[in-house]
Every structure is written in structure tokens, then in C-alpha cells.
């Protein structure tokens, strides 16, 4: 398209107008405009995608939210924490024998008549927020192009992995955003874009516009067109770009003659104060995956020899993360690729939660700091629960809906797919559990044995599927939550962890999230193989079950994947087989 | 207040104040619901008082803003009103100058020329003509001599009541056409229909006063919540969902009066108009005329209740990764706290939408609309658990019956009948109950007949025999125990699963509390309870303590809870199976212990169990390999795979609630017969000589049990006689539960030999005959009392007569104990002695 009329960054609007004009223009009836895109999708996804748009578009933060300008097009990434259902709006209107299009705006351009020709078109609200647990390096802020700021992400980085060198020093830090888990990494980046915030801070509209600045509460009322519902879903990361609005002047819609909403404020707007929420009218999303997360993805092939390379030297720092425990480091690789990759009945195939035994308060203030900080670098969403009495008895962790604002009310369960959760049951002691805990610790092992979560909407419950990696350290065998894998876990040595350049981390990064979704088969002998060692397994030992076949096969896949290939062999069968002897040889 | 319309001319002129609500469509008023009553009497009042006119309105009320009669304000540049009329004078809805005050009124519209609503060839005459036809003559029956609804008319003014309820479906039958009319454009034809009521009304009774409405229900389709969509505006709706919060009752003022602070003039009553109240200026008084001296004089205000519920979707409509639409209803008059909170409900009503005004003072509209449903009727269709006659009746299939047309449910009947006849329905239904757990066919079976139950029967004397089976898994861990109770728990719809561990004896029954704010004391029911007509599922039943466990003797017999505690006493039923597994006392299975010892279970408890499992893990490498294909297939595989010829859940559940509602075999003769020959050698077995109080013996119980267990077997099969391959069935069931026929009666112990190898029906054939024909080499070979023989010679002599090669010792041993048992040898060693 030669000689633009408006610029897709600046005035998303005009080229949203100029579409629909031309699109009238050539005879299209405006009636038939209705769940239909005229053109806008296309010349955005050229604009973003082909003419590589996006990098300039702003992404919204925190900090962001307060310098862009409404009107403007914005991208949000974010996770759909709650749905609040469909809006009618006027679509398309004539004014003075002109059509126009409300379309991915709040308030129209020209005062509306009330004119016959009115077409009231729907488009759903989705309420997103920054994707839970994410840590600092998968923050998309750290490329934001307003500010620049990947130099401070990355020297806070590098900064934080100088830290884990001295495991004593950590600990403090760590402590303190053990209390929140959703939210530490919200923590830091309220500290860590401190500057670029006091340099808004002085505008007027700095301090209206995000009263409460920490990240935590920022969230974006994504307005979606066009799109079928089984495209997004609850707790689906996506990308939105669309134009960001805000209609500031609703502050003041208490006003007495409104009984819909001042019997119930079902307006959105009363509960989501436009200054706090940012709309953004969606004009392209994407899906990400853990992919996507990768500052700078290596975009690499997934060849054998490279993959190989990774593996090792992945191994290697896992192994020195753990202490020169070998093994622990074998499953703890395992654990970290695994994946529900389907379901049959109740029963999420792939899974594989990991239990490391043998913790006590002083090897859990080492290890635990250090397995959570590992993980922490490698898995873009990642949460720590402290499991003591008073937290399952005061945690609320699945959501709950909230019908008097009408609102999902977010647990800590409330996760991303592909999240990582570190469950420390070393500081649980005894004491007595009120309802609330008796229901938790119930939502805890769903989640451990079925990747389920519950939903609670007080008439119903509603199950939802989810898929998180499960890491349980605990002293013994943890009995409230029963892992997949149970190992016993024997440091030799609390060896220095080295520093890792950032080429090395992203290469582990890719490599975890590239082959998690690697697809998978067995041949035919190879499955003779294997039934015939489940076969010979059982015939020895009567209390291996379904569970226990279950968990080889598991690792079996994890293990042939992990080495980048697609298809069990039976070098890899043997590995696992090995792998769990040595297992049980310590569970002995 | 509900609603607050400029006029429309206003809407023009950039200075008028431009307030929040327009539909749309525009023809509309945002308080729907003006009652009619209220309304029209409005209207009548008014022109007795010689208002200048609001027109008075129909019960939407959309009518006077959106019609520009000419004689009304100025001619709206809006134009919503759908009904406008063409032509000149007033269209009848909007003239809905009362019928009782002047009769000529309908007849007046008769002359005047054909209206139409607005917008469409739909003439108002018609529609008018068309309701009073199917008043008048529409008969549920041809033979019925007064019509439906006239019958209703004359009831609703006996009772004084305010609305007439309409079966969509009858006006469906009787004039399609109105039907659609109704349906498409609801505020027309409504208007029109409750003029019509109200003419008929006062054809009868002249003197009644009360205005009835009509309450549409019962709608052809229904939509889901989630597919409301902009065309559906302004028409007719039904959907289903559940109450989730109610407003406080909201006063609506109707008509105001206001006074004069200088002289105590009371004004004329004041109509709302568009939502509005236009507070007189100046006082009316001739002698006073004062200038803003009105004040409202609220106790002679009149009000109507108003109401705002939300309603959420049901879990059933929600997609997978979504979460549940709600949308609001505006709830009128009697209507006003017809759903609580957690209600399932049917609603009707007409979809409306309204825009939202930015701010109070902002003239900019936002370019979007609240939506909500104008209620017209509302019907509880709580059929969920609690109130369902029989909880087998799963949901699913209640849905269907209030739904799906009666034909839809014939058809399913007549599937599932189909079904019923295949002849291998008792294995197929078998294979389909939790088909992911391997083996334990005859656990399953049994599980099955627990599914289908018994039938209860009352005597006159007012003794009864419970129809539930209770069954008991015992077995070494590892044996999908647990994942048997859990499926069973999610098939049986009012299923409680819990566990013995957790239980208490007040936790499963029921329990008497104090209420900490009131200080009553309130009776609150346990799973036991709770389960009544279901199935309670029970795990680890070992570790239940004894006290609670001797709750459950009263549950099992007499299927009662009773009660009596802090001045109450109460006697609940607890119609319930209960489906409880138990590891053995030793945490596995000791084959060294008898069965009692390894169950360790009170005697008294375990005659309540119609069926006790043992369920003992065999070595057998057959299964194993079937098992290792299995998980290997579900980690590989699609997940669609594996088991055919397996009959779905919803399938299963329908034909499970189905039989549980319509069949109600009676034993037949032949199975009566079998049933008394079955007992009584099952009561010589465990009686015999040298058995001591190892085994289980037979008890009254038992034949209970095997009544129940063959009338839910002839069940399965949809039959109304119990014959005698189901109590033939029934007994194997009971041997096969228990390991019987690998069990030692003299010592109690199990062969577990025999259990490790399996005994499959054949081999159990092939057992019985080798002991008939040892039998007869003994008789032949020894005397009584007579010298011994080696086993060896035996087993030599029965090779030769059978001439079958295939005879192993062990084989021999086996018969030998059996006859042992009856006393007909002795064996010593190696050497076998007649006796």
C-alpha cells in the first residue's frame, strides 16, 4: 500500500476508518459488517508481521501504561484470568448519510443520532492480566520499546546469578518473596523500573493513572471482535496489539438514575476503574508459547548433536545445582520437560511430578534457594509455596467467583499452562487444618493427581484443566502430596555455582521449551519391549501397578526427548530402567 | 429510576441535557414492565382528570415515545418505534384507551384503516382478531367443550389474579403464525394481547378491576445464554440458568403527588412518563399559584415492586476453558422473589438492551449497551438432585424429558430397549462400567447389580425389605479399589464419596448443632443421609473407627437414620447402597489366615454386605500383559482408542435411570424353586461337620441378597421376570465374591493356588468331574474302613479311565479335599482311606 493516509502506530483509528470507507465505498452494505473483519486484521497482520511492525509497537506496563498515549496502538501480553462475558455496541451509524464505525473504540467519533440505521454489533471482554509467576528474563518489558530498558533487565540479571554464587546472601532476597508467590517478580519490577516511574511521576495524569503501582494489580480489559469463542481460552498467554483506550470521563457514572448499575455494579467499569485498567480493542492476537518468552530465541533447529550439547551441559549445572547429586539431576531434567500432552478420562497423560526427599531446615535453606533460583532461570512461569499450617488454612487458592463484583477472584492455582510450581513442605508442622485448609490441600493433590483445578463458582464447582510441573521438596516421602516420582535426595558437596553467560541460558531455555513439545511415538518391537519388562517387573515384584507403568513410560518419552528425538529407543528404555533402580535402590 | 427519556425531540438540540438510556431499536422504554394495572388506570384516571395526555401505555410502555401520534409532542427524528403507524391517527397499542371504560373502543380501531407494525406487513387488526381466536377457542382436547383458556380467564377473576398464564406451545399449535409474530415482535403483540385480555374481562365481570396480563412460557426453542446475540433484541427469549443474586426489592414510583408548601394544595397524581416525573412548577391552585413550591408527598406516592436478579449459566452450557455469561432480568410486581439465590430456572422474557450514558452530566453516549431480559415469566425447573423421585434419574436425563419433544424421548426408549435385547447386554453393560480398570469382571458385575438395585417391597405389615445392595471390596492395595468407588461415585448421581479415615459416626449419619446465632438447634445431615437413594461410597472402611462403623448396622438393615439428641428425635431415611472397600486387617492379604480374620469385620456388619469381594492380586502374566498394552496405549496412542463395543456414559446412564424407573421384575416360579434349592445347599455347605466359625456362612441374609441380586439382574435386561439364569447368576455372583470355590472349608483359609491360577468356568467344570469320577474309583476301589491307597495309584487309575494325559497330582488333591470334605474320605499324607 503506497502513500499511507495514517500511521497503523499512531492512528490505529484512521486506518481502522479508512478501511471501513473504503469498504463502504466499493458497495459493501455496513448490515453485513456484523462478526465480519473488512479488511482491518489484514492490513494490521501486514503491517505487524510482514512489514515487522511489531517491534515498535509499545508493549503496556506499568510503566509503559502512563506514557502512552490513548488512541494508540499497544500491545499487552498477558494471560486470561477471567472472561466478562459479550458487549453490544453500536457498530456501525450513520451520520448524515454517512456510515461510520464505532469499532474498536469506546466512544464514538460523532455524536450518534439515534438514528434508524444503527447496527449493534457484540464484542467480548477479556480480562487479562501479566502472566502469574512469570519471571524477570520472560518479562516482555525487558524489550520494551518506549523505554528501553533490556540494559537494567539484564544487568539485574547477571547481577541475580552473581548472587546465587553466594548461596548466604540469596537468602534474605528470596525470603521475602516467598511470602507471595504470584508475585515476585512483580516485586522486583516495581523496584527495578523505580527510575523510568519517577520520571512520570511529576505529569499530571502519572499519579490518576496508576495510583497503585504495584504490578500486581495491573491488568487490561481486552476487548476481542471477530473471534470464536474456542479460540481463547481461560488461562491462555496471549499477545494482543489493538488500540488503547481510555475512558476516563465514566469516573463519575455513580450517578443516581442508573438502576441497572447502582442495584448491581455489573458495569465494568465501576468495578474496573478505566485509570487502573487499560482498555485495549484487540485488532490481532496471538498465542505464545514458552517459545515466545525467550528474549532473543535462538531459532534454532532441534539437530541431534546440538541438542546433545545443551543436554549435557544443562545436566552439568543441574548436578552442581544439587549438590553433585547425580541422579537427582537425571529427574530433575525430566521433570523440567515434562508436559500433559493428553487426557484419557480423569487421567493426564505426561505428567511427571517430581518429590525430592530428605530435606531437613538446613539443607532446605541451601538447596531450596538454589533448585528455586535454577528453575527460576530456565522456566519462564515459575511459583514457590511455603506449605506451613497457616498458609493452606489462609491461602485461597483455587478461584473463586466473586458474584458481588462479579468477578473471578484469582487463586494462586490460577496459572498459565506450562507453569512450574515449588512446593516446600519442609516448614509444614502439625497443627490443626479449618475448612479452608481441609479444602486446599484437597485442590493440591487434584491438581498432583489429576493436573485439575476446581473452580469454585459457589453454586458449582467447575473443573478446569491445567498443567503444571509439580517440584515437592519435603524431608520424608510427602503423604499430602503424592508425586509421580519419589527420590531421596543426597547432596556430596555445595559446590560454587559458576556464572552462566546469557548465551548459555537462553540455549537451556529454548532447549526446555523447544522439546517439551516435541511430538512422540514407539514402534512396534520397541512396545513388545517394553510390555515384556513390565511384564517380567510385575511377575517380580507384585506392587508395582498401573501408576508405576505409567511413570516409566513417562520417562521413557521425556528421556528420548530430551535428547531430541521422537521415537523410544531402546538405549533410552534401558537409561530409565536404570535411573529407577538406582531410584529404588535409595528409597531402600 | 428505572428509566430517563428526553423526549425525543430533544435529542436534537445540543443543549438539552442528553441523558443515559435508548435502546437500539428505540422503540423503547427501559422500564419495561409498567404494570398494566397501574397503567391503565392510569389511562383511565387521566382522562377523567383531563391531563393533558401522555398517552397512556401498553405494558412496555415503548409505545407514546416512539409513536408520534400526531397530536403527541413532535414527530421523534428517531423513529425506533417499530409500531409506528403508517397511516394517521393513533395505532391501537399505543390507543390503549381502556376497553372497560368505553366498549366502542376495539370496535373504533375495527373502522379505522389497516395498521401495521411498524416496519413489517404484520397489520394489527390481524393479530388482534388472531389472539382473540385462540382465547376463545383454542381446547387442549376437541372433546373439551369450553376452551383452555377462557376456563383460565374465569378462574384468574375468580381468584383476582393479575396474569394469565400462556403455553407458547398451545399458541404454537393453534396459529403458527402468531406464534412467530409473538415471538419476533413481543412488545407489539403482547400490548395487543393484554388489550385483548383485558376487553374479554370485561365482557365477563364489567366490574372487575384488577388488569391481567399474559404470561408468556413454554417456548418452542430455547437459547442458550451464551448465544444471545445482537438480533436477538427485542425478541422474545427462553433460557435456562441459575439464580445467583437477587436485588433488594426496588420501589418503583408509579404516580406521584406533590403538595403545595404555601397553601397544602394536593396536585393531581403524576404518571411517569418515559421514566420521568415532571414536577409541577407552580402550584395549581387558581387562589395560590406559587412559583417551585412542590414537594413530593412520598405515602401517596404509588410503587410498584421492581426487582433485578442475575442469572448464570448452568456448568452443562459452559465450553471447555470458558467461564459462565450471566445476564440480568428485570423482574416486575408478582414476579418479584419468584427465584432465590442457587434456583435453576426457565426464563422468558424479552431481550432488551439499553446504552449507557457516559456520565450524569456528559451528553456523549457510550457507543455501548447493558443488556438484560424484561422477565415474563419465570419457572423453577430445580429438578436437581434433591427433589428428583428417583436420583438414578440422572440429569442428563431429566434434561431430555423436559426438553426433547415426547417423540425425542420415545425414540431413546425405544434405542435403549433395542439394547436391552442384545443378547449379551449383561457383558457388554459390564465391559462399559469403568472400562479403564482391567479385570474384575465379576466385581464389575456385581457393582452393575448394585447399579440397578433391588426392589424395595413394603408389606402391608408395614415390614419392609430394602432393595439396595451393599457391597464390600476387600483387597490388597493396588487393586483399583479406589478407582472402582470413585467411578461408581461419579455414575450414581447422588453418589457421596468418603473416607472412613475422615468419618465420624455423627459425619455420616446426622448430627444435631446449635445454630451460634440464633441458639436453635438445627438437624444436619450426614453422607449416609445425605446419599439417600444413592449410593455412599466408602473407602477405606478398615480405618473407620468401631463406633462409627456400628452407625452404619441401622443404615444397612433398616434403612434409617435415627436420632435422638439435645431434645430431638428424628428418624431420617437413608435409603442407601453402601459400596465400601477395605484393605485386609494385615494391610495384604494373609493366605495363611482364614477369610473372616483377614477381613476382620464383624460378623454383625458383614451379613449386611450382599456381596464381599475378596479381591486378591494374582501373578497372572496374562493380565499383566494386558495391563503393560494398555498403559502403553495410552501413553502412545490416541486417546480415542482401545475398547469397542463399549456403551457410552450418558448411554449407560439413561438405560441404568431408565430401568430403575420402569422395570420391577417379579420372581418367577421356576426361580423361586432355584432359589430355595440354591439356599438350602448353601446353608448344608456351611454347616457341615468340622467347618467351625471360619467361614460365612449362610443366613437369612443371604436369600435376601440373591433376590435382590437376580431381580437387578433380570433388570439389566429389562425384564419383568426374574428367571432362573439370573438366580443362577446371583448364587456365582456370591460364590465367586468370596473366592469360595477356592476355599478351604475346613480351615477357612484360601488355596491360594487356586486363586493365583485362576478358575475359570471350564476349569471349575472339568474340577467337578474329575471329583465325580475319583469318587466313583474310590467307591469301587476301597471299602469302608477298608486299607488305604496311595494317591499315586489313584491318579494312575483315573488317567487310564478319563484317558486323559493331562492329570496332575495336584489336580487329584484338590478332589480329594473335596471329598474330604464331605466326609466321604479320609487323607493322610500320601494315603487316601475310605471312611
Redesign the interface.
Known amino acids: 500500500m503506497v502513500g499511507r493516509q495514517y500511521d497503523c502506530l499512531v492512528n490505529p483509528l484512521g486506518a481502522v476508518r479508512f478501511t471501513f470507507e473504503k469498504a463502504v465505498a466499493s458497495g459493501s452494505d455496513p448490515a453485513s459488517f456484523?462478526h465480519k473483519d473488512w479488511g482491518v486484521a489484514d492490513l494490521f497482520r501486514e503491517f505487524l508481521f510482514d512489514n515487522d511492525g511489531l517491534s515498535q509497537v509499545p508493549i503496556l506496563t506499568p510503566s509503559t501504561v502512563q506514557v502512552a498515549q490513548p488512541n494508540t496502538l499497544v500491545r499487552f501480553r498477558g494471560m486470561i484470568q477471567?472472561?466478562l462475558?459479550?458487549?453490544?455496541?453500536?457498530g456501525a451509524y450513520k451520520n448524515e448519510e454517512t456510515w461510520n464505525t464505532?469499532k474498536f473504540?469506546?466512544?464514538?467519533q460523532f455524536?450518534?443520532?439515534?438514528?434508524?440505521d444503527?447496527?449493534?454489533?457484540?464484542r467480548r471482554l477479556l480480562y487479562c492480566v501479566p502472566v502469574p509467576g512469570q519471571n524477570l528474563w520472560a518479562d516482555s518489558t525487558s524489550e520494551g520499546a518506549i523505554y528501553p530498558c533490556t540494559n537494567i533487565a539484564s544487568a539485574n540479571r547477571e547481577k541475580r546469578l552473581r548472587d546465587n554464587c553466594s548461596v548466604s546472601a540469596d537468602v534474605d532476597m528470596q525470603d521475602s518473596s516467598n511470602d507471595l508467590p504470584l508475585s515476585p517478580c512483580a516485586k522486583k519490577m516495581r523496584g527495578e523500573f523505580l527510575p523510568s516511574e519517577n520520571i512520570t511521576e511529576g505529569t499530571d495524569c502519572g499519579a490518576s493513572m496508576v495510583p497503585d503501582s504495584d504490578g500486581n494489580d495491573f491488568a487490561c480489559l481486552v476487548k476481542i471482535y471477530d473471534s470464536p469463542?474456542?479460540d481463547l481460552?481461560?488461562?491462555?498467554v496471549f499477545e494482543f496489539i489493538g488500540v488503547l483506550t481510555y475512558?476516563t470521563?465514566?469516573?463519575?457514572?455513580k450517578?443516581?438514575?442508573?438502576?441497572?448499575?447502582n442495584?448491581?455494579p455489573?458495569?465494568e467499569s465501576v468495578n474496573l476503574p478505566p485509570s487502573k485498567v487499560p482498555r485495549l480493542h484487540c485488532l490481532v492476537h496471538r498465542k505464545l508459547s514458552a517459545d515466545d518468552m525467550i528474549l532473543s530465541s535462538p531459532a534454532m533447529e532441534p539437530k541431534p548433536h546440538l541438542v546433545k550439547g545443551i543436554r549435557e551441559s544443562l545436566l552439568r549445572h543441574l548436578t552442581v545445582v544439587l549438590g553433585d547429586d547425580e541422579l537427582a539431576a537425571h529427574f530433575m531434567l525430566l521433570h523440567l520437560l515434562s508436559k500433559v500432552h493428553?487426557?484419557?478420562?480423569s487421567?493426564a497423560?505426561?505428567k511427571l511430578s517430581l518429590n525430592l526427599t530428605g530435606f531437613d531446615k538446613a539443607s532446605i535453606s541451601v538447596f531450596g534457594n538454589r533448585i528455586n533460583d535454577a528453575v527460576k532461570n530456565l522456566l519462564p512461569f515459575t511459583h514457590r509455596m511455603p506449605l506451613t499450617v497457616e498458609y493452606l488454612n489462609t491461602a485461597s487458592l483455587a478461584p473463586v467467583?466473586d458474584?458481588q463484583t462479579?468477578r473471578?477472584v484469582p487463586g494462586v492455582l490460577q496459572c498459565a499452562d506450562g507453569s512450574h510450581l515449588t512446593i516446600d513442605e519442609t516448614s509444614l508442622e502439625a497443627g490443626t487444618l479449618n475448612s479452608n485448609g481441609v479444602e486446599n490441600t484437597k485442590i493440591l493433590k487434584d491438581l498432583m493427581e489429576f493436573q485439575m483445578v476446581e473452580y469454585d463458582?459457589?453454586?458449582?464447582k467447575?473443573k478446569?484443566?491445567a498443567d503444571v510441573q509439580l517440584l515437592v521438596l519435603s524431608e520424608a516421602k510427602s503423604n499430602i502430596l503424592p508425586a509421580d516420582l519419589v527420590v531421596p535426595f543426597h547432596p556430596s558437596s555445595v559446590g560454587p555455582l559458576g556464572i552462566v553467560d546469557a548465551e548459555t541460558l537462553n540455549a537451556w531455555r529454548w532447549y526446555l521449551a523447544t522439546l517439551r513439545s516435541l511430538p512422540?511415538?514407539?514402534e512396534t518391537e520397541m512396545?513388545k519391549v517394553?510390555?515384556d519388562d513390565?511384564?517380567a517387573a510385575?511377575?517380580a515384584d507384585?506392587?508395582l501397578?498401573?501408576e508405576d507403568?505409567?511413570r516409566w513410560?513417562?520417562m521413557g518419552?521425556l528421556m528420548s526427548v530430551s535428547y531430541g528425538e521422537t521415537c523410544l529407543s531402546h538405549e533410552h528404555w534401558q537409561m530409565v530402567k536404570e535411573m529407577e533402580r538406582l531410584r529404588k535402590e535409595r528409597l531402600q | 429510576m428505572a428509566s430517563d427519556f428526553t423526549p425525543a425531540n430533544n435529542r436534537g438540540g445540543p443543549s438539552s441535557p442528553d441523558d443515559g438510556i435508548s435502546s437500539p431499536i428505540g422503540s423503547t422504554f427501559s422500564s419495561p414492565n409498567n404494570a398494566p394495572s397501574s397503567r391503565r388506570k392510569r389511562g383511565r384516571r387521566s382522562a377523567a382528570y383531563e391531563t393533558p395526555p401522555p398517552p397512556s401505555h401498553s405494558r412496555f410502555a415503548a409505545t407514546p415515545d416512539a409513536t408520534p401520534t400526531p397530536n403527541s409532542t413532535a414527530p421523534s427524528a428517531r423513529g425506533g418505534g417499530r409500531r409506528r403507524a403508517p397511516s394517521v391517527t393513533a395505532t391501537p397499542s399505543t390507543d390503549d384507551a381502556p376497553p372497560s371504560s368505553e366498549g366502542g373502543d376495539p370496535d373504533e380501531a375495527d373502522e379505522a384503516p389497516p395498521m401495521f407494525v411498524w416496519g413489517t406487513s404484520i397489520s394489527v387488526q390481524d393479530v388482534n382478531a388472531a389472539i382473540l381466536r385462540f382465547l376463545r377457542h383454542f381446547r387442549e382436547h376437541p372433546s373439551h367443550d369450553e376452551g383452555k383458556y377462557m376456563k383460565a380467564i374465569h378462574h384468574v377473576i375468580e381468584i383476582e389474579g393479575e396474569s394469565l398464564e400462556v403455553d407458547a406451545n398451545d399458541v404454537f399449535d393453534y396459529d403458527n403464525d402468531l406464534y412467530t409474530k409473538m415471538v419476533r415482535y413481543p412488545l407489539e403483540v403482547l400490548a395487543i394481547f393484554d388489550i385483548v385480555l383485558m376487553d374479554l374481562v370485561s365482557r365477563i365481570n364489567p366490574l372487575f378491576e384488577k388488569h391481567i396480563q399474559a404470561r408468556i412460557f413454554n417456548l418452542k426453542t430455547s437459547t442458550s445464554m451464551r448465544n444471545l446475540n445482537p438480533c436477538d433484541i427485542e425478541k422474545m427469549v427462553s433460557l435456562k440458568g441459575m439464580v445467583i443474586r437477587c436485588s433488594s426489592i426496588i420501589p418503583e414510583i408509579r404516580e406521584a403527588v406533590f403538595r403545595c408548601l404555601v397553601c397544602g394544595h394536593f396536585s393531581d397524581p403524576i404518571v411517569v412518563d418515559r421514566g420521568r416525573i415532571s414536577e409541577p412548577t407552580m402550584c395549581m391552585k387558581e387562589e395560590c399559584k406559587t412559583k417551585n413550591s412542590m414537594t413530593l408527598v412520598h405515602n401517596r406516592c404509588r410503587f410498584a415492586d421492581k426487582q433485578i436478579v442475575r442469572v448464570q449459566e448452568t456448568p452443562d452450557e459452559i465450553p471447555e476453558g470458558g467461564t459462565p455469561h450471566t445476564v440480568s432480568l428485570l423482574m416486575h410486581d408478582k414476579l418479584v422473589d419468584a427465584g432465590k439465590p442457587g434456583d435453576r430456572v426457565e426464563v422468558t422474557g424479552i431481550y432488551r438492551a439499553m446504552s449507557v450514558r457516559v456520565g450524569q452530566t456528559q451528553r456523549t453516549m457510550k457507543s455501548v449497551f447493558k443488556t438484560y431480559i424484561d422477565c415474563l415469566h419465570l419457572k423453577k425447573t430445580d429438578k436437581s438432585r434433591m427433589n428428583a423421585e428417583d436420583p438414578m434419574e440422572t440429569e442428563q436425563s431429566t434434561t431430555q424429558n423436559d426438553e426433547g419433544t415426547p417423540l425425542n424421548y420415545e425414540e431413546q426408549v425405544e434405542k435403549l430397549k433395542e439394547l436391552s435385547k442384545q443378547p449379551d447386554i449383561y457383558d457388554m453393560l459390564t465391559r462399559s462400567l469403568a472400562p479403564n480398570i482391567w479385570e474384575l469382571d465379576d466385581v464389575k458385575k456385581g457393582l452393575l447389580c448394585q447399579l440397578f438395585g433391588g426392589s424395595a417391597l413394603t408389606l402391608q405389615s408395614g415390614a419392609s425389605f430394602r432393595g439396595d445392595i451393599n457391597i464390600l471390596l476387600v483387597g490388597d492395595p493396588g487393586t483399583s479399589k479406589s478407582q472402582l468407588l470413585q467411578y461408581i461415585h461419579k455414575l450414581a448421581p447422588r453418589g457421596i464419596y468418603t473416607s472412613g479415615r475422615g468419618s465420624s459416626a455423627v459425619g455420616l449419619t446426622a448430627y444435631v448443632s446449635k445454630d451460634p446465632e440464633t441458639g436453635e438447634t438445627v438437624l444436619e445431615s450426614g453422607a449416609l443421609v445425605l446419599s439417600d437413594r444413592g449410593i455412599c461410597c466408602i473407602d477405606e472402611f478398615d480405618k473407620m473407627s468401631e463406633n462409627a462403623r456400628s452407625m452404619l448396622h441401622e443404615v444397612m438393615e433398616q434403612q434409617t437414620v435415627s436420632i435422638a439428641k439435645a431434645g430431638i428425635i428424628a428418624s431420617l431415611n437413608a435409603r442407601t447402597s453402601v459400596l465400601a472397600c477395605a484393605n485386609p486387617s494385615g494391610s495384604r492379604y494373609n493366605p495363611r489366615l482364614s477369610v473372616i480374620d483377614n477381613i476382620h469385620l464383624p460378623p454383625t456388619l458383614l451379613s449386611r454386605f450382599d456381596l464381599i469381594y475378596l479381591i486378591l492380586d494374582k501373578a497372572d502374566e496374562q493380565t499383566d500383559r494386558r495391563l503393560a498394552k494398555h498403559i502403553v496405549a495410552l501413553h502412545f496412542e490416541n486417546p480415542e482408542n482401545s475398547e469397542q463395543n463399549v456403551i457410552d456414559l450418558p448411554t449407560l446412564t439413561a438405560y441404568l435411570s431408565y430401568a430403575r424407573k420402569n422395570i420391577h421384575p417379579q420372581l418367577s416360579d421356576e426361580a423361586a424353586e432355584e432359589l430355595t434349592r440354591g439356599y438350602v445347599e448353601m446353608r448344608r455347605r456351611g454347616n457341615f461337620p468340622g467347618s467351625s466359625k471360619k467361614v460365612i456362612t449362610a443366613t437369612p441374609r443371604q436369600i435376601e441378597s440373591l433376590i435382590r441380586l437376580s431381580e437387578a439382574l433380570a433388570r439389566i435386561r429389562f425384564s419383568e421376570w426374574v428367571e432362573k439364569k439370573d438366580v443362577i447368576e446371583a448364587f456365582r455372583l456370591l460364590e465367586v465374591a468370596l473366592q469360595q470355590s477356592a476355599t478351604d472349608h475346613a480351615t477357612g483359609t484360601i488355596d491360594m493356588d487356586l486363586i493365583t491360577t485362576g478358575v475359570s468356568a471350564s476349569e471349575r467344570m472339568r474340577r467337578e468331574n474329575l471329583v465325580g469320577l475319583a469318587r466313583n474309583v474310590i467307591m469301587e476301589k476301597l471299602q469302608i474302613g477298608g486299607p488305604s491307597t496311595r494317591m499315586l495309584e489313584l491318579l494312575e487309575e483315573l488317567k487310564q479311565r478319563s484317558n486323559n494325559a493331562e492329570l496332575h497330582l495336584n489336580d487329584l488333591r484338590n478332589a480329594l479335599s473335596s471329598l474330604a470334605t464331605e466326609g466321604f474320605v479320609v487323607v493322610h499324607g500320601d494315603s487316601v482311606k475310605r471312611v
Open positions: 456484523d477471567d472472561m462475558g459479550n458487549e453490544f455496541y453500536v464505532n473504540t469506546d466512544v464514538s455524536p450518534m443520532g439515534t438514528s434508524p444503527m447496527r449493534v454489533w457484540e469463542e474456542s481460552k481461560l488461562n491462555d475512558d470521563e465514566v469516573k463519575d457514572d450517578g443516581g438514575d442508573n438502576e441497572l448499575a442495584s448491581f455489573e458495569d493428553a487426557r484419557v478420562d487421567f497423560v505426561g467467583k458474584y462479579n473471578l463458582f459457589k453454586y458449582y467447575m478446569m484443566n512422540h511415538s514407539i512396545q517394553v510390555e513390565m511384564v510385575r511377575q507384585r506392587r501397578g498401573s507403568f505409567s513410560l513417562s518419552r
